[in-house]
C-alpha cells in the first residue's frame, strides 16, 4: 500500500505540473508517464486512464474554493443568502478553471468522486488542514446534486421555498450551472469571468423567485 501510494504520488504530480504548464487539454499518457520517470504500462497499474488520472488530479483544484468560500457567507443573514453565496463561490472558482471542474462533476468518472477524493486526501494528506476536514463531508456526497441538496435544504427550514420543490429548484440549477461552465469552456478566451458570474447568480436568484413562498 506505501508503495502505491508512492507511485500515485509520482503521476499524479507530474500530471498537476503539466496542467499548470500547459493545460488539462495536453495532459497525456506518455507525457505523464515520461515526466514521473515511468513507462505508460506501469501508469496503467495504478490508473484506469487516462480520464481517471485527470479526475485524480483535479481534486487539488477544489481546495481554493472549499478554503475560500467561508469568506463568502460569513456576512449571510440566512439561509437563502448563505445558499447564494456559496453559488457565488463556487461559479467564482470554477469558471477560472472549467475544464477542472467540468472533469469533477459532469465527466464519466464522476461516480467515483467518494473513493477518490478519499484516497487523494490519504496521498497527499499534507494538503488536508483541520479547516478542510471539517466541510470535507459535503465533498464526500456522491455527486453535485447531493451536495447541492445539502446547502438548499435549510431553506425549507427557515420557510423560504417549500420541501415539495426541492428537487425541481435542485435540478434546474445544476442543469444551468452546467450549460454555463460549457460555455465558458467552449468561449473562455472570448468571454468575461465576471459577467459569466453575475449572469450566473442572476438566474440561480430568478430559480429561488420562481419557487419562493410569498410571505
Known sequence: MIQKKRM??????????????????HV????????AGYNSATLYNYFENLD??????????????????????????????????????????????PKIYYALFFDNNRNLTQTTIKEYYEIFSHELDEHFKNILPMFLKQDIYD????????????GFIKKEDLEEINEMTILLYQSMLLKVIHEQENISIDHMLEKALKYIQQIIQSHKITK
Open 147 to 158: 451536495r447541492n441538496m445539502i446547502i438548499l435544504a435549510p431553506c425549507v427550514s427557515e
Open 8 to 25: 500515485m504520488r509520482y503521476f499524479i504530480k507530474a500530471t498537476h505540473e503539466i496542467i499548470e504548464k500547459e493545460g488539462v487539454d
Open 28 to 35: 497525456t499518457i506518455r507525457k505523464v508517464a515520461d515526466l
Open 52 to 97: 481517471h488520472l485527470i479526475f485524480f488530479a483535479s481534486i487539488k483544484y477544489l481546495k481554493d474554493y472549499a478554503l475560500n468560500f467561508s469568506s463568502f457567507i460569513e456576512d449571510t443573514k440566512n439561509a437563502m443568502e448563505q445558499y447564494l453565496g456559496i453559488w457565488k463561490c463556487f461559479c467564482y472558482y470554477s469558471f477560472q478553471k
